[in-house]
């Protein structure tokens, strides 16, 4: 069972969802409930591999041992004869390490939350839960996904099922905010598969290369011995190209044995060809960077959120954007090692970039929800910035900052989505004095507002401390642009308490008085959602040893790439 | 002495061309087929499209009886027919099945049609001119010798020329007086080119060595520009720029089924001769000056012009028959991404991506011909029927993102193959031209993305106008043809090996 636990993850929802296609129109109320059933066990499951995911000294962790991974599945699942190119060979291949571990909980985590959320969902309620159910297998299937083809499979997979649940459940400009939101990301992935095409032409797998080859009997383990051989003869350039088995396989893409001798890619192959290799970073690094999103390339945010209904905005914010910044992490930086190194300041001041610019747009959003759009725009730069520090801080803090930016985001969203329900209206300056009217609701948007700003004691404050430590520390950032990036948590506090100051805080006021009988304090399922994510980001602020145990050796084998 | 050699020499080749009648089966099937229809016709006039469309039915199967023979009987030394005229190959076979597919599913979709039905067009004459484009299809794709390879293609122009009229309004007659015209001009151009190949040669045969080196020997500019204008008529037949203009008009104007057919198997027979070509020409380097030009570097030109102009300016396109002839083009281009790549996997590529294309296609045309009970081929009136149908929907997403080339439809995997055999080619050539034809084309992706997705926007995102006055019928049979052309599309890319397995033994 232990072993199918990733599987069951994404297959899961894909399950439920056939039923529910299956399913009469009529049965709306079933729909919701297989919905929350499914995410509330894809939660319990994540919950298990969090608990079970092992994390004594010299336990496996993953990153470039194809065999360190926890919970890994691999069965072949193409294979092509190219003739005198060589073989191709897709695998179906999931596995944890700690740079997907949390994200794994996370993404359980806010599916649930999203699937309560959803529960107000009243037209079409089939095709949404449908959806929303394929959405949830796809975005699991991004972050344990350890073969490239596999992982924009399902990078792509989720592009549908997201801009039907903008464009058919969004707001007024609905159909603008979905086809934008998918065109950048296309745009972006577009960039990922010109990345991947290149690599996996370049790239073998020893093991099967080996076996192709006649260096392996059938039966005969392949030990290292036989891979150093491999290796070596591929250099040598006596390997027959016909026995090449090329691969997408993420691990075998950061060995630089494993590269044809004359590919372009290839790692130390002279002066020459460093272009190549620096535009494929590029174009990787970009790509993930409009899904993460980094300015310029964040413009589709604000709209898609600001459209999306309160849900999809919550698993807009509290997953999709995490594949951006675990593509970094996972692809561009650890296939790519000296070009990360090379280009660490540029991706930093891309990362600050995003901090300062996000922040000052928060600042002068007269829109509550596109205030917390972009307040997820500067926050997405930490982790571009612990990730580009390259030190254990920042990678630990990114990898943090990520999970508790899921959270909050989650929280925050939830939050806009409660006055919306009520008042159908987010424009700040038409509230003012909200605590008397709705005083528990204000006190958990205190909750959720300390903590993104950045509050000793809460998650948020964890991420962005570890980030800015990483990158004071780093060798390969100047100074300067760490310094910068320190502004960006006081224009956070800045954003974030004058919102609170001016919406919540003082005599109570709305712009329609008939709204004053619609403002209720918070229902059941709102104090769940609510209640649950405070608690969890006050846990993970006190005990960031939660997810920095299961984050650091991974991490450090992550840094090992950039040593080697 | 002389002439007893003569009478040798003669008895001689009329043995080998009685001994390749043997391998000319389906084709005279055909033919005789469509002659048979004619007078059939001439006898009992006006009989139903029912039987008529079977009649033409079971001589499809005849002739994939005999196509499957020929499969099975087939033997590498059996290749050369005719004096070389024509040449089979595993490659042609299997395209010849093809060929027989895309008219059986033209058959089927022009009886579908109500617009064409009620036009009531001479039915025996349609059925009996697709038939004799299939001849002349069956033919293209074994031909080796360039006076056969014109002979066969204006046995297709022809017929299509008349077909392309076949709704007999004032619209089709323009749509086929401009591709009368251009098709005209082409094929002189492309006789002019054949002509001026055969001077630098002295042989027709392209799988001659004596064409090879003959061109060799020649001036490099001089045989570039005579094999661009040898190849006109066959572009004109893909339609790719700059021999692309009669397209967007025909596939407005004429029947839809007529389309469909235009859009798959005549373009399927180009690529091929062109591959056939390209694979000669491509063994030259030409000189101008100091400069040295490949023959690819030419295509590669080509296929940028045609992915970028068909892909901006399908963005404009309101008209649904008309967004997909400028799909068509930027489809083009596309498939002459395999003939620049030039290598092993370009071959399988193309194979893999032209078989899709035929799925692809039909499924489109048939869809939009559902849809035209209703939306006169306007895509904006396709407003909110996905919701009412959403298994008619969902067939034009999964269709729309096959064109796109988005995962997880084999319209990605034959992309992706295509783009890895350029990268390939571009591995070995170190040629700038093919990396920038490999980003441009992988970009160009999005703008597709932008105008195939305008369907299904409309099925989905928009509500029904209430009430939908016209009533759109959905028959069993649409649903069973719909799963037949889009389950495939689907299952291709996640058992990929199990076609290309297919596709490799076509050596």
Known sequence: ?564 | MFSKNLVSELSNQLNQILDSLVWVYPELVLAGWFLGILLLDLVWRNLPYRILAGITGLGLGLTAVLVYRQFVDFQPLSGNLFLGMLQLSPAAIYFKFIFLLCIACTVLLAGRSRLFRRTKPPYAEFLALLLAMGLGLHLLAMSVNLLMIYLSLEVVSLSSYILAAFHFNQKASEGSIKYLLFGAFSSGVMLYGMSLLYGFCGTLQITDNQFVTGLAQADGMAVLVAGFLAMAGLLFKISALPFHLWTPDVYQASPTAVVAFFATAPKIAGVLVLWQFSQVLGKIDFWLGNVKVEWTDLLAVLAILTIIFGNFSALWQTQAKRMLAYSAIAHAGFLLIPLVAANELGRQSLFFYLTVYVLMNFGAFWLVELMSQVADYQIKSYEGWGNAYPILGLGFLVVMIALTGLPPTAGFTAKLLIFSALWEAYQSSQNQLLLVLWVVGLLNTVVALYYYLKIPFYLFLRPLPTPPNPILTVRKLDYAWLILLIFPLIFWFFKTDWLMAMLKMLV
């Open chain 1, 1 to 564: 069972m232990q072993n199918y636990l990733l599987s069951i993850l994404i297959f899961l929802p894909l399950g439920a969802m056939v039923g529910i296609l299956c399913l009469p129109n009529s049965q709306k109320k079933t729909f919701k409930i297989i919905t929350l059933l499914v995410t509330g066990l894809q939660l319990l499951v994540s919950l298990v591999i969090y608990a079970t995911y092992a994390v004594s000294k010299g336990s496996p962790a993953g990153v470039y041992h194809t065999s360190g991974f926890q919970f890994a599945e691999r069965v072949e699942w193409i294979r092509l004869d190219l003739g005198n190119l060589g073989q191709l060979s897709i695998d179906y291949w999931l596995g944890v390490d700690g740079l997907n571990v949390m994200l794994v909980v996370l993404t359980g985590l806010v599916m649930f939350v999203g699937a309560i959320a959803s529960w107000q969902i009243q037209t079409k309620v089939k095709g949404y839960f449908a959806l929303y159910l394929l959405l949830s297998s796809s975005l699991m299937g991004c972050f344990v996904a350890l073969d490239f083809f596999l992982f924009y499979l399902f990078f792509e997979f989720m592009l549908l099922p997201m801009y039907f649940l903008i464009g058919i459940w969004g707001g007024e400009r609905r159909e603008y905010a979905s086809i934008k939101f998918f065109i950048y990301t296309l745009f972006g992935s577009l960039l990922i598969l010109i990345a991947m095409i290149a690599l996996y032409l370049s790239v073998i797998d020893p093991h099967k290369t080996a076996r192709q080859a006649g260096l392996a009997e059938k039966s005969q383990v392949i030990d290292n011995q036989i891979l150093t051989k491999t290796q070596d003869k591929l250099a040598e350039g006596t390997l027959p190209a016909n026995n090449r088995v090329h691969t997408f396989g993420l691990p075998m893409m950061m060995d630089k044995a494993n590269y044809l001798p004359n590919a372009s890619l290839q790692p130390n192959s002279g002066s020459e060809t460093w272009t190549m290799r620096a535009l494929i970073f590029w174009a990787l690094l970009l790509g993930f960077a409009i899904k993460l999103p980094i300015v310029p390339f964040h413009t589709w945010l604000p709209d898609a959120h600001v459209e999306a209904p309160t849900p999809v905005s919550v698993v807009l914010a509290g997953v999709l954007l995490k594949i951006g910044g675990y593509g970094i992490l996972r692809i561009a930086y650890s296939i790519f090692p000296d070009m990360a190194i090379e280009y660490a300041s540029w991706v930093a001041s891309l990362g600050v970039l995003a901090i300062i610019y996000g922040a000052l747009n928060a600042l002068a959003m007269a829109d509550l929800k596109k205030m917390v759009a972009y307040s997820s725009v500067s926050h997405m730069g930490f982790v571009l910035l612990g990730v580009a520090s390259l030190t254990a801080e920042g990678v630990n803090g990114a990898i943090f900052q990520m999970f508790s930016h899921g959270i909050l985001s989650a929280m925050l969203f939830i939050i806009v989505g409660v006055l919306y329900d009520r008042t159908h209206d987010r424009q700040i300056e038409h509230y003012r004095g909200l605590s008397q009217a709705m005083p528990y609701f204000t006190g958990l948007v205190m909750i959720a507002f300390f903590a993104s700003l950045g509050l000793p004691g809460f998650s948020g404050f964890i991420g962005e401390v570890f980030t800015l430590l990483g990158s004071f520390k780093s060798t390969k950032i100047a100074i300067g642009i760490s310094v910068v990036a320190v502004g960006g948590i006081v224009l956070g506090a800045a954003y974030f308490l004058w919102t609170l100051q001016r919406m919540f805080l003082g005599k109570f006021w709305v712009k329609d008085a008939q709204w004053k009988t619609q403002l209720h304090d918070l229902y059941p399922a709102e104090w769940l959602m609510l209640g649950g994510l405070a608690a969890a980001t006050l846990v993970f602020g006190l005990f960031p040893s939660l997810v920095f145990n299961l984050t650091s050796q991974s991490v450090e084998v992550f840094l090992g790439l950039f040593v080697k």
